[in-house]
């Protein structure tokens, strides 16, 4: 129902703002692949080859049964991949982005030269 008076209610403008500032919905499918797709990618390189696949890959030939190891470790990995989605979703409620980002490069900093003092000793 239209009011008799020409201007906007503060909801009204609120939802006016929301609606203008608010990405196409074409846009934001289009950055959810591209979110899903880097995800996928990110963690598809940095599982294959490393230790919990080649512990998959034993399990698999001792026990002959590979669907029930494969369902196990699926499991496994979505279980793992929530707890890094929880644990993300209140650390960006927490701190700053900027704060996350030093953060994270001081803790890979601190991993490589970790690992680079070990190489040497």
């Known amino acids: ?15 006016a703002q929301v609606i203008m500032t608010s990405p196409p919905k074409a846009q934001m499918k289009s950055e959810h692949w591209q979110i899903v797709t880097t995800t996928f990618l990110t963690v598809f390189l ?29 499991i496994a990995l979505v279980s793992t991949s929530l707890l890094g989605v929880i644990a993300g979703k209140w650390l960006a409620k927490t701190f700053s982005p ?9 803790s890979f900093l ?10 040497i000793a």
């Open 1 to 15: 129902m239209m009011s008799a008076n020409p201007e906007l209610n503060n909801q009204e403008l609120e939802q």
């Open 46 to 74: 940095a599982e294959v080859g490393d230790k919990t696949q080649l512990s998959v890959l034993v399990m698999s030939a001792q026990s002959h049964q590979p669907w029930i190891v494969f369902a196990g470790a699926a």
């Open 110 to 119: 601190v991993l490589s030269i970790s690992l680079l003092w070990e190489a």
């Open 98 to 106: 900027s704060l996350l980002n030093t953060l994270a490069g001081l």
